[in-house]
Nanobody
């Protein structure tokens, strides 16, 4: 079992930055693939970014590539999502997720464990 707790959401203006955190317990963040998803009102949950277990390679949705950065701190057992140049369309509840298997998962069904989410609101 992996327990995930997100934090760091808030209300910011367009162009600002935010740093989301996902604290994990139950397993080392280095031993699982960790991902960030988001869900805007009335929309389906969508993939944002992930960092692959062990090797730490990362991959991103096209909509955030070049603006968002996923990273992990094994000492703190925490994964981060640094979000720069935020846009109103980035407004959503952001969820942290984990899966113990390999590959490059991007769909919600491929992830086993989920946090409760943290709200990010970007105003004009």
């Amino acid at each position: 079992q992996v327990q995930l707790v997100e934090s760091g959401g808030g209300l910011v203006q367009a162009g600002a930055s935010l740093n989301l955190s996902c604290a994990a317990s139950g397993r080392s963040v280095g031993s699982v693939t960790m991902g960030w998803f988001r869900q805007a009102p009335g929309k389906e949950r969508e993939f944002v970014a992930a960092i692959i277990r062990i090797f730490s390679s990362t991959y991103y949705a096209d909509s955030v590539k070049g603006r968002f950065t996923i990273s992990r701190d094994s000492a703190k057992n925490t994964v981060y999502l640094r979000m720069n140049s935020l846009k109103p369309e980035d407004t959503a509840v952001y969820y942290c997720a984990a899966v113990a298997t390999g590959g490059r998962p991007t769909s919600t069904s491929q992830f086993e464990y989920w946090g409760q989410g943290t709200l990010v609101t970007v105003s004009e």
